[in-house]
């Protein structure tokens, strides 16, 4: 694909941090941390991490790749496919 393509492409997208199925996640993150029993630092601590990185996905204001979502998961004690299914109900 020729650079000038992506590029155009690219400008139209909009950041998944503003949308609101990103905040239906971050919700349902911090829903399933509340569930646990868990603090933020608790979950930042599992996962070795700044309790600030904890704060900022469940705010909406960093971003989780699929790596990230997964030990996020596994912190909390949570099926990640469960929480995905779940997600997918609340946004329809």
């Known amino acids: 694909m020729l650079p000038g393509v992506m590029a ?9 941090l503003h949308q609101p199925e990103y905040q239906a996640l971050c919700a349902l993150l911090t829903e399933a941390r509340r569930k646990a029993g868990l603090s933020q630092q608790e979950v930042a601590r599992r996962l070795k991490r700044p309790q600030s990185f904890v704060a900022k996905y469940e705010g909406g204001e960093r971003r989780l790749d699929v790596i990230e979502f ?7 004690g949570a099926d990640p496919v469960k929480l995905l ?8």
């Not at 155009?8 to 998944?16: E, M, N, Q, T, Y």
């Not at 997964?70 to 909390?76: D, H, T």
């Not at 299914?85 to 329809?92: A, E, P, Q, T």
């Open 70 to 76: 997964l030990s996020v998961s596994e912190a909390l």
């Open 85 to 92: 299914r779940s997600l997918v109900r609340k946004i329809g």
């Open 8 to 16: 155009s492409r690219a400008r139209g997208l909009v950041k998944s």
